[in-house]
């Protein structure tokens, strides 16, 4: 009887990207290896629905604090400064830096799945305003496998269908098929496609998840529903989790039936009925563009709002990239 090989070869690969990593440390990668190796204890404990949650709290808050430390020294090793966005809390890193999530519409969720070259973008501030895990480096991108969701697993009574969340491009994807094969597959880019336009038609909103400990950088698209998201729990909690998606829903009060679709899908509680019409709060909207094909009347539509940060489209990042590369002659 021959004895498994450890590590194995996706653990390896881990391995390998975390080397290469400036002021990645061994405490880091450990901490993506537990989330990756176990992302069904890691979420329900971080979301409070394990069994253990309440036993493990002390350690739970204990290990919160040094993974703040760590990132607080990463950014001293790396020489940054940390310019908080305006919703946070000033000079301090939080949980919300260290792993969080970009709204991104329909179109954009299509764009990060049919990628169809390595790409290499990184300190994308201006898109992901956290001090840590901003950065797109995607190596062999058509490698996609879609995972149960650890989120509406952790719940009683889940949303369905629960193999909903995209890991895309190595050594994440393969490392999910390697240590969750009963709760994963390999999937193409059409069928992650499929995937993500029967979420939007089901109301829920897709977010491209970032941690710093999953070497920093885009990772996953999550498809979320506010009843079952940990992060979007977090988000209603105070703990700026999500990014908006640089776009804000706009009405045209005339067109509006008060047929109240919108409000009834809306993932952010954005939007109220109020004397028959649909009220749509900006501050609320996060720009994920749910509500706007569910208007049957076409009353709604998304607009740039610089407020809300800077769509993360990959083919305008991409084509912008190569104009700089191109003028600096890079």
């Given amino acids: 009887m021959s ?50 949650a309440r036993k493990v709290q002390p350690l739970i808050k204990w290990i919160d604090r040094l993974i703040k430390s760590r990132g607080q020294a990463r950014l001293a090793q790396n ?47 201006h898109i992901i305003p956290y001090a840590l895990a901003r950065d797109i480096v995607l190596q062999n991108p058509y490698h996609i496998a879609v995972l149960e969701c650890p989120c509406r697993s952790a719940r009683a009574k889940p949303c369905l269908p629960l193999d909903v ?25 059409d069928e992650a496609v499929t995937i993500l336009t029967a979420e ?13 400990a999953m070497l920093g950088r885009f990772y996953a698209i999550c498809n979320c529903c506010a009843c079952c998201c940990g992060a979007m729990q977090a988000q209603r909690s105070g703990v700026p989790m999500l990014a908006a998606s640089g776009y804000v829903s706009r009405q045209d009060a005339d067109q509006c039936i008060g047929c109240g679709a919108c409000a009834e899908y ?20 996060m720009g994920c563009g749910v509500c706007v094909d569910k208007c049957e009347q076409g009353a709604l539509w998304l607009i740039p709002d610089e407020a809300k940060g800077v769509p993360l489209e990959i083919n305008s990042l991409m084509q912008a990239a190569l104009a700089v590369g191109a003028e600096t002659g890079s």
């Fill in 266 to 285: 809306c993932q952010f509680g954005a939007i109220t009925m109020s004397d028959g019409l649909a009220f749509i709060d900006a501050a609320a909207c």
């Fill in 200 to 212: 939007h038609e089901r109301g829920h909103v897709h977010h491209a998840f970032f941690k710093d």
């Fill in 3 to 52: 004895l498994p090989v450890w590590p194995r070869p996706s653990t390896r690969a881990f391995i390998r990207e975390a080397r290469r990593l400036p002021g990645y440390s061994f405490f880091d990668w450990l901490h993506g290896y537990v989330y990756a190796r176990w992302p069904y204890l890691y979420i329900g404990l971080g979301t409070g629905e394990h069994p253990l």
């Fill in 79 to 125: 020489g940054q400064t940390h310019e908080k966005p305006i919703w946070t809390s000033p000079n301090a890193i939080n949980f919300a830096d260290t792993y969080h999530g970009k709204v991104v519409t329909l179109d954009a969720a299509r764009q990060l799945v049919t990628v169809k070259q390595d790409i290499a973008l990184g300190d994308l501030e």
């Fill in 165 to 189: 969340c995209l890991i895309i491009g190595e050594p994440f994807a393969g490392f999910i098929r390697e240590h969750q094969p009963d709760r994963s597959r390999w999937i193409s880019p």
